[in-house]
């Protein structure tokens, strides 16, 4: 029987991670990357001894039980070392066993001559489109996320050696993009000399198509290989882009290669993305793959004292109870709801109380009872496509903004049947009805005659439907 020995290396991770806590599986056994099989050898490469050393101690049962079960009882471990240039070429009786093993020297690969970095050059100034704003100190850690934040927080100190790429995955609201965008500032901090930058798998495509139009393929590549640490959000998007998938493959391999950090999120696990090569998705495997799931009691309570702290603002913690039993699977949607009860009490000086707290929760929830508002839909657009509301609700005809505008208003067309077209321009800051129809027209005509656009529109309105429940 052949085994894949990234598979391999999963599953018996996956074994592994039940006996462990959170720490020690991260610092022992996350840095061990599968390498090949050989026969029933699994080689997997080592930063250093001292770590094969620590888990031949501590952790070899588990160890040896996890390989037998997944390649068999003849199954074995053998290590290679990074940095050492040496490669462990003892056969081990048992499946992890090191003592003094033989060494031979590999060839490193000389770093190969880059014609983009000219000497002494001062680093570009670019825009890392990150958002100060999200930091680890403001991500509250629970077991929802505690995995993911530690590999984040790790990343931050030390890119491109361990978790790379470092993949998050999870439904929408969980903290995705808080998170990567806290790796990315945090590594921007502790290395002002690197180069981050943040961006959507969406723009990301963009431009790459943009980049082939106007013949400047070369200047999009030369840019994206020079980076130090590249974090693209909601992978998914790429399904079926064949095109800027080969692109983001030979990118991916080039920073890896040179042990630039690579960062992703994805809506799903990386095995269950569609239309996505299996050459792309397998390398997604070699670093570490972590679910966001939602927090729980705790963690909800935690985000909720935390946000109205934030806020200078103090509630009864019968209150906080009240929402947290109320709200589970979403934490922008706890945000949503803090925020309302804030300008409620603070706007409207209506008293912080249950039946405040009633009242917006069921605005929220009422989603479930489809009594979705345009605003909601206009947010949820505006998040998704990373543009203000203000600016949709206003007359600014840039690419994004105008896109953002169109597809708030297909949207709510859709699912707000009732509304009228007059009553969704009211919706815009008192648009006519010839500037919705327009936007509508719009997104039907792009959509029969632009693949992309459309595979993009559909995804969106999945992800809609989920988010505010809509049935
Ligand atoms: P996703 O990308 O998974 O859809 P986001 O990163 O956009 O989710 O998170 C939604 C909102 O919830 C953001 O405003 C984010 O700051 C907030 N949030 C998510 N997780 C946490 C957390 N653990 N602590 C504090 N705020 C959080
Ligand atoms: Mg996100």
Excluded at 147 to 153: D, E, F, K, S
Excluded at 244 to 266: A, P, V
Excluded at 417 to 446: C, N, P, R, W
Aim: charge should be positive; aromatic fraction near 8%.
């Amino acid at each position: 029987m052949i085994h894949d020995h990234i598979k391999v290396w999963n599953n018996v991770l996956e074994q592994v991670k039940g006996s462990l806590n959170v720490e020690d599986f991260m610092r022992w056994f996350i840095p061990l990357k599968p390498l090949r099989m050989e026969g029933s050898v699994l080689i997997v490469e080592a930063p250093n001894e001292f770590l094969v050393e620590r888990l031949e101690e501590n952790y070899i049962d588990i160890l040896r039980k996890g390989i037998r079960s997944e390649i068999g009882e003849k199954g074995q471990l053998k290590y290679q070392y990074i940095k050492t240039n040496n490669v462990a070429k003892n056969s081990f009786q048992s499946p992890v066993r090191v003592s003094h093993p033989s060494r031979h020297t590999t060839s490193t690969p000389v770093s190969a001559y880059n014609p983009f970095v000219m000497p002494g050059l001062k680093k570009m100034d670019i825009d890392s489109n990150l958002n100060p704003n999200y930091t680890f100190e403001n991500f509250i850690e629970g077991s929802c996320n505690r995995l993911a934040r530690q590999a984040g927080i790790q990343i931050g100190k030390d890119p491109g050696k361990n978790f790379n790429p470092l993949i998050l995955y999870g439904n929408v609201g969980l903290g995705k993009t808080h998170l990567i965008q806290a790796i990315g500032n945090s590594i921007a901090k502790n290395f002002p000399e690197k180069t981050v930058i943040y961006t959507s798998a969406e723009k990301f495509t963009h431009q790459f198509i943009n980049s082939v139009k106007d013949n400047r393929t070369n200047e999009f590549s030369q840019f994206y290989n020079g980076l130090d640490a590249l974090i693209i959000d909601d992978i998914q998007f790429l399904a079926g882009k064949s095109g800027t998938q080969e692109i983001f493959f030979h990118l991916f391999n080039h920073l890896h290669q040179k042990g630039k950090q690579i960062i992703l999120t994805s809506d799903r696990a990386p095995h269950e993305l569609k239309d996505i090569e299996d050459r792309l998705v397998n390398r997604f495997k070699w670093g570490l793959s972590t679910d966001l799931t939602a927090p729980d009691y705790e963690t909800r309570m935690a985000i909720i004292i935390a946000k109205m702290e934030d806020r200078g603002i103090k509630i009864p913690e019968k209150i906080i109870d009240f929402i947290c039993l109320n709200i589970k699977n979403n934490i922008r949607e706890l945000e949503g709801i803090i925020t309302s009860l804030i300008a409620q009490s603070t706007i409207n000086q209506r008293k912080l109380d249950i039946e405040l707290a009633q009242e917006v929760i069921k605005s929220y929830t009422s989603k479930a009872n489809h009594e979705l508002t345009p605003d909601e839909i206009l947010e949820f657009v505006c998040t998704e496509s990373h543009v203000s509301a203000a600016l949709v609700k206003g007359k600014s005809r840039k690419g994004p903004v105008a896109q953002a505008r169109h597809l708030s208003i297909y949207f709510i067309k859709k699912h707000l049947s009732h509304l009228t077209l007059k009553e969704i321009g009211e919706a815009f800051g008192g648009k006519d009805h010839s500037t919705i129809l327009h936007s509508i027209k719009a997104v039907d005509i792009q959509m029969e005659t632009d693949k992309i656009f459309r595979d993009k529109v559909e995804d969106f309105d999945k992800k809609l439907g989920k988010t505010l429940r809509i049935k």
